[in-house]
C-alpha cells in the first residue's frame, strides 16, 4: 500500500508564495507520475500540475507561469512551489501519486490566499 502525505498548506496574502511538498511511501515499484490538484468549494476537482519520472511537466492553465511542479525521485518526493498567489488559488490541494496503474491520493492540505 502507498501511502501519500501532503504538507505545506497555510494562509498567506494575495501576491505571496507557499510551498507544497508530497511524500510517498510504502512503493515496491516506480513511481510514474506524480501531481497536485485542487478542490475549490462547490467546484470539481482540477489540474493543477503533473510531473513524471523523467520530469515532464504539464499545468493547469490558470497556474501556468505562477506555479512551479519540482520532484526528487529519490525521495519519492513532488514539490509545487507557488508563487503571486490570488484568492481564487484557495483550495484543497491534493497529492496524487500513479504506481504502475494506481493512483494513490492524499489527504489534501488547506491553501487559503486572502485578499
Known amino acids: 500500500q502507498v501511502h501519500v502525505v501532503e504538507s505545506g498548506g497555510g494562509t498567506v496574502q494575495a501576491g505571496g508564495s507557499l510551498r507544497l511538498s508530497c511524500a510517498a511511501s510504502?512503493?515496491?515499484?516506480?513511481?510514474?507520475?506524480m501531481g497536485w490538484y485542487r478542490q475549490a468549494p462547490g467546484k470539481q476537482r482540477e489540474l493543477v500540475a503533473t510531473?513524471?519520472?523523467?520530469?515532464?511537466?504539464t499545468y493547469g492553465a490558470s497556474v501556468e507561469g505562477r506555479f512551479t511542479i519540482s520532484r526528487d525521485n529519490a525521495k519519492n518526493t513532488v514539490y509545487l512551489q507557488m508563487n503571486s498567489l490570488k484568492p481564487e488559488d484557495t483550495a484543497v490541494y491534493y497529492c496524487?501519486?500513479?504506481?504502475?496503474?494506481?493512483?494513490?491520493w492524499g489527504q489534501g492540505t488547506q491553501v487559503t490566499v486572502s485578499s
Open positions: 496524487r501519486t500513479v504506481v504502475v496503474l494506481t493512483d494513490y
Open positions: 510504502g512503493s515496491k515499484f516506480g513511481i510514474n507520475t
Open positions: 510531473i513524471t519520472s523523467r520530469g515532464y511537466t
